[in-house]
């Protein structure tokens, strides 16, 4: 006579259970850094080792994860900090290290890559009260800013039209300071950051 071996059901749940891994879900712990406000065609987030979420109007963003707006892509998202961002088609931004918290003895920090595309963007607490804390990177500049509303586009070319406040564009070329109603322009991350007449213009 064959004997029968009962085996557990759900093995995935017993060593989760023996080793105390959490059996909640991706994200389900962690404190979100912002909330999509706005969603319309292809807009996805995707981090290392996790799959695309798609993203629609309340969805919430986290630490890590990089936005992509596909062809007929566009959103808006609001930071936990107040701060506005909106991605235009065809970008990809990446929110590099994001912490706020209303205890302002804790960390605060944005730092964000945009990768391609084009983005607007208002600042919110962290921007306003310790600017020195945010930092947005390019592959021809990184951005600083001082309680600013400006847009950024990356093609070939950084192109950058500061609405509102300052904001300091620096390369291995050297700097170049913003002032309200300019318009900048980079070629590469050798060489300096230089003025523009033109503005972006999103229609």
Request: positive net charge.
């Amino acid at each position: 006579m064959k004997s029968t071996i009962n085996r557990w059901p759900y093995p995935l749940l017993f060593w989760a259970l023996l080793s105390g891994l959490p059996l909640t879900a991706a994200h389900s712990e962690e404190i979100p850094a912002a909330k999509v406000l706005v969603s319309s065609g292809e807009v996805n987030a995707t981090a290392p080792g996790k799959e695309i979420r798609q993203l629609q109007r309340g969805s919430k963003v986290f630490s890590g994860e990089t936005l992509v707006t596909g062809s007929n892509g566009k959103t808006q998202i609001r930071f936990t900090d107040g701060a506005l961002l909106t991605l235009y088609k065809n970008t990809r931004f990446a929110i590099d290290d994001y912490r706020y918290s209303n205890d302002e003895a804790k960390p605060q920090r944005a730092h964000f890559s945009l990768l391609k595309g084009l983005i607007h963007t208002l600042s919110g607490k962290i921007g306003k009260k310790r600017p020195k804390n945010y930092r947005l990177k390019t592959s021809v500049a990184v951005l600083g800013i001082r309680g600013t509303s400006f847009r950024a586009w990356l093609d070939k070319l950084l192109h950058v039209s500061l609405l509102e406040g300052a904001l300091q564009l620096s390369n291995n070329g050297g700097s170049l300071l913003l002032q309200e109603g300019q318009n900048a322009l980079v070629n590469n991350f050798d060489t300096k950051p230089g003025l523009t007449p033109n503005p972006i213009n999103i229609g």
